[in-house]
């Protein structure tokens, strides 16, 4: 008997719900806490339906404190609102940027889907690409052609606009432009067309949820890693400073996810900037609301692990019996072991259900699980 029948068949479930220790749209289900951060969250967002300025959010958190599952709850708050278009993408790159910042702008431009806009918008779209100013021209004939070109066509313009092609000189001829997106003031432009664009189309706000800002000090030197922080300045700052007036345009908002050991190395950052002046200052001083996750109390622990137990990832929905019964003992084993890190948390249990189950347990308790880990030499 294969072990999913087994589990199956014994517990009437299909897999360890533990099994997944990754940050997940699915996992907003079983989402416990963090009331505070939410309601300072959900405040930002509900001001970007009629933004009057632009927004950073910080949300600071330890390795496994759930900083992704947090940017995808701002996420799926912000969908709730027809005026905010939020996008999730992460600062971490494939391999080493070539052009930091303006990989950083690709990234963007490639977290927004524009087939299923113009299939959305349908009626909207031409028009919205239309009032784009004629001072940028080359960016309204790039978006004319990633929403209604021929397929061929239409995906070298996306790639283009994504960053994925170099395009030579008959190439950038075939897609009606003279010049490449080569650097950051090109970009800018883009930029400022896509949030003209989104504007025609009833959005008041560009949310971006980045994620793993602390790959800024692993991914590039330390004389580019400021161009990323100018960058991020620049976003918030956005459309000030560009040379050509965009007219109305969407708003940006920022959510960054940063690990803590990330957000210390900004603050270092800032203070060797302090003599020599640098963009990290003035970043912090954009930085609107500021949230730190930290470890889940007891009793949020304890809701998390009941809120796995009952979910039947197969069915995608609640069941009414836990997988495995289990006792006050049980949470209280898993708590101090973990010190109420989610991550941690779900890793333990996933551990000891892998055994139990195995086993063919038919309750948690203190006993089985530290039986359970000390077999396999966990504890
Ligand atoms: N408040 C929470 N309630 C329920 N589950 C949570 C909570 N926070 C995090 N988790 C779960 O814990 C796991 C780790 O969370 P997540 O991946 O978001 O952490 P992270 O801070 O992004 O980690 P890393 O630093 O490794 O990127 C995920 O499975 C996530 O669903
Ligand atoms: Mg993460």
């Not at 405040?43 to 009629?50: D, E, H, P, Y």
């Not at 949820?209 to 990323?228: G, N």
Request: charged fraction near 30%.
């Amino acid at each position: 008997m294969s072990e999913d029948t087994f589990i199956e068949k014994k517990y009437g479930l299909r897999e360890n719900p533990f099994v997944d220790q990754i940050a997940k749209e699915l996992w907003l289900s079983t989402w416990v806490n963090r009331q505070e951060q939410l309601a300072k969250w959900q405040a930002v967002i509900s001001n970007l339906r009629k933004p009057r300025k632009n927004y950073i959010v910080l949300i600071i958190g330890d390795y496994g404190e759930g900083k992704s599952q947090s940017l995808f709850k701002v996420v799926s708050e912000a969908k709730q609102h027809l005026e905010i278009y939020p996008t999730f993408f992460t600062f971490r790159g494939e391999q080493k940027p070539k052009a930091p910042g303006l990989e950083f702008m690709f990234r963007i431009f490639k977290s927004i889907d524009f087939k299923k806009l113009a299939k959305a918008h349908s009626r909207k779209i031409e028009a919205a690409i239309e009032a784009i100013p004629d001072d940028f021209d080359e960016v309204k004939t790039i978006l004319r052609k990633c929403c209604f070109a021929e397929p061929d066509l239409q995906n070298k313009a996306l790639y283009f606009l994504q960053g994925e092609i170099n395009p030579n000189k008959t190439e950038l001829k075939e897609m009606g432009i003279i010049r490449k997106i080569d650097d950051i003031d090109v970009a800018k432009e883009y930029l400022a067309g896509i949030l003209k664009v989104l504007k025609g189309l009833g959005f008041q706000t560009l949310l971006l949820a980045v994620d793993e800002v602390e790959y800024l000090f692993s991914l590039v030197p330390r004389p580019q890693q400021s161009i990323y922080v100018a960058l991020l300045r620049g976003l918030y700052d956005f459309p000030v400073g560009m040379m050509k007036d965009a007219g109305e345009i969407a708003r940006v908002t920022i959510f960054l996810a940063v690990s803590s050991d990330g957000y210390r190395r900004l603050n270092e950052m800032e203070k060797a900037e302090y003599a020599i002046g640098g963009p990290t200052r003035p970043l912090f001083d954009r930085i609107d609301v500021q949230t730190n996750l930290g470890v889940l109390t007891k009793e949020a622990a304890e809701e998390l692990i009941t809120k796995r137990l009952h979910f039947d990832r197969v069915k995608g929905r609640y069941a009414n019996q836990p997988l495995i019964p289990f006792d006050q003992t049980f949470i209280a084993f898993i708590w101090e072991l973990t010190k109420g890190n989610p991550r941690h948390i779900i890793n333990k249990c996933s551990h000891v259900l892998d055994a139990g189950i195995e086993m063919g347990i038919s309750q948690l308790t203190r006993i089985t699980a530290e039986k359970l880990l000390r077999d396999r030499r966990e504890l």
